[in-house]
């Protein structure tokens, strides 16, 4: 997203425009085609119309008032936290679960691959740098480590996790 929403904030106004040019098409073909539908069918149609039309105003006014933009400064930060991330782990799955503040389903992502080094389905250098991703986004989402994890951390963390450390505790 190196636009930094300006392409993003370019389609949503075109789409705007679009829906309301299409919404505005149909109040117009509605209205010339009022004798061939019933004074339901019609009254229904009209008011579904109008209410998306309400919608698209509603939505308009809160951009325009700055409740709802597409870039700010907090994303200006968000961007730099997921560079950071992305260069420091390497599992789509851990990301996800860091970027959603999923602990749990951390933890049980972490003791799934435990039992399959047990049972030899993944490899040992895989299990080290996944388990190393999953304790250093525990650990960056406030969880409580164990010994074992944390003398584990300090023994297999390379020079991407210090990086993400020292960029997260300084944006933090």
């Known amino acids: 997203m190196a636009s930094r929403g300006t392409t993003e904030t370019s389609k949503l106004k075109q789409n705007l425009e679009e829906q309301l040019d299409r919404l505005m098409q149909q109040l117009q073909d509605l209205e010339e085609c009022r004798e061939e539908l019933d004074a339901d069918e019609y009254e229904e ?45 390497k599992t789509p799955e851990v990301i996800r679960m ?38 250093t986004a525990l650990r960056k989402l406030g969880e409580k480590l164990t010994p074992d994890d944390e003398a584990f951390l300090a023994a297999n963390a390379g020079a991407a996790l210090s990086q993400f450390e020292r960029v997260s505790t300084d944006l933090g």
Not at 99 to 128: F, I, S
């Open 45 to 89: 149609t009209k008011k579904e119309t109008l209410e998306q039309l309400s919608e698209i105003n509603d939505s308009l006014k809160k951009i325009m008032s700055g409740d709802m933009t597409l870039v700010d400064e907090l994303s200006g930060m968000q961007l730099a936290i997921q560079a950071a991330i992305s260069q420091a782990f």
């Open 98 to 135: 860091f970027a959603k503040k999923q602990p749990r389903q951390l933890r049980t992502k972490l003791a799934e691959m435990d039992r399959d080094l047990m049972v030899g389905k993944l490899a040992r250098d895989l299990y080290t740098q996944q388990k190393v991703e999953i304790l």
